[in-house]
């Protein structure tokens, strides 16, 4: 069955992918028709007044989606833990924030402009979604003449979708479904280009490294996607 199963849910994500990209080549063709009539409709709506975002390289504080940061330094209210992965950016942590478990991603000292652009993307506005994971804080700091470059994320113990497949034994069709439609709405909030009030805008944002390696399992049949080192604004 799990034989059966797994290439199955390949392919589902394959298809869907195709239909998504389909979608989104016929949404930037219509976007330059009813912009015009939607920036009217804007104007109509209360503008919601917006802490300013303050960002110190030498420390930052927490956030989500579009993050308001403040000057202190995140580290100090880690509690680290073990490790939980490696990847070709750095480590994954489990540790403790301010009395929730959380996932910490450090980076290697090579791979400061990955963990800037992986920042900006976690800070951009109105990216908070149910199939996005949850950006909780960054930070840069100096430790044994080290610099050390942190994100902050929830943390979910199932892993990625990688490992729940490879441990799953008894994944079924219902399941299988369940988990490629929620990546998929993850990866179309990502692509989709979203107004809100005011100036505020979501740009359309490519991921470039889509793999079940860089989806997470939140809990059994929901995704959501994560890793945007490489990331782009479109």
């Known amino acids: 069955m799990f034989h059966v199963v797994v290439p199955f849910v390949i392919a589902l994500f394959a298809i869907a992918i195709a239909a998504t990209w389909c979608i989104l080549k016929k949404r930037r063709s219509d976007f330059k028709k009813w912009l015009p009539l939607a ?37 100090n209210d880690l509690i680290i833990e073990k490790i939980i992965g490696k990847g070709r950016y750095g480590e994954v942590r489990i540790a403790r924030f301010r009395g929730s478990l959380v996932a910490v991603k450090t980076f290697y000292t090579t791979e400061e402009d990955s963990w800037k652009n992986e920042r900006e993307i976690y800070e951009t506005q109105m990216l908070n979604h149910e ?58 909030h990502l692509h989709a280009s979203v107004l809100g009030t005011g100036s505020r805008r979501k740009p359309q944002i490519a991921h470039r490294d889509i793999k079940s390696k860089n989806i997470i399992v939140k809990r059994p049949g929901v995704c959501c996607i994560a890793d945007f080192g490489l990331a782009v604004r479109l």
């Open 39 to 75: 920036k009217k409709k804007q104007e109509l709506l209360p503008t919601p007044e917006l802490d300013p975002m303050m960002y110190d390289d030498s420390g930052s504080g927490s956030g989500s989606g579009n993050a308001t940061m403040v000057q202190r330094t995140v580290a």
């Open 131 to 188: 199939n996005i994971l949850q950006f909780v804080a960054a930070d840069i700091f100096s430790m044994d003449s080290l610099t050390q470059m942190i994100l902050v994320t929830d943390y979910h113990p199932l892993g990625s979708l990688y490992d729940y497949l490879q441990k799953e034994q008894a994944l079924t069709t219902q399941e299988a479904l369940q988990l490629a439609y929620s990546s998929i709405c993850g990866i179309e």
